[in-house]
């Protein structure tokens, strides 16, 4: 059986470009995908097309990096899959692509150094991407806008009828909280801007 896998890092990214080359590669049987961030492998479909896979199996990637973007567990994952007698078929990595008919140690030795690379390149960049978060981060707690990061502003109506059905007893802080997106200081915050106490 040949699998393919792939994996964007949000639910509004699109898969397309990734399955759209696999198809230029060769046919699948099957196609596992992932909306998730690479830094770990817990990931559902992921899992799943682990635990599919057989001995004789192929599993077609695009690029080294929608697999993992931590090289050592990355390394891992590939050792996992060799074990098990499963091919691993990158298709940034051309060496992963030849069958070397009897020399598998050539194959090994090649796609390990081009692996190391590749691996680092996609950490180092996950490392980026996590430092510029950070970055952006500091710089939205310096201005005092931490509270709202990421969240969309409510109409203070909103947290005026929340509020008053947290004073009634029908909704808690934090089931109010949970409704209007938003966090515990935020709340606090707004219900002082909306003159309301709760």
Request: aromatic share 8%; proline share 2%; net charge positive.
């Amino acid at each position: 059986m040949i699998y393919g896998y792939a994996r964007v890092s949000s639910k509004d990214q699109c898969l397309d470009r990734q399955l759209e080359a696999m198809r230029h590669y060769k046919p699948v049987d099957k196609v596992f995908t992932d909306k998730q961030s690479g830094k770990d492998f817990a990931r559902e479909s992921y899992q799943a097309l682990k635990a599919t896979v057989q001995s004789g199996d192929e599993i077609v990637i695009e690029e080294l990096d929608r697999l993992g973007r931590n090289k050592e567990e990355v390394k891992k994952e590939l050792e996992w899959f060799k074990t098990h007698g499963v091919t691993i078929r990158i298709l940034d990595v051309p060496t992963t692509l030849i069958d070397f008919q009897g020399q598998d140690w050539i194959r090994d030795m090649v796609n390990n150094i081009l692996i190391e690379v590749l691996g680092s390149i996609a950490e180092q960049e996950r490392l980026k991407i996590r430092k510029r978060q950070a970055e952006g981060i500091a710089a939205k707690k310096a201005r005092g806008e931490w509270a709202d990061y990421g969240r969309p502003a409510k109409p203070l109506s909103d947290f005026e009828k929340f509020a008053q059905k947290q004073k009634d007893g029908e909704l808690t802080v934090a089931q109010c909280c949970a409704q209007l997106n938003i966090s515990r200081a935020t709340w606090y915050n707004r219900m002082k801007e909306a003159g309301c106490r709760g």
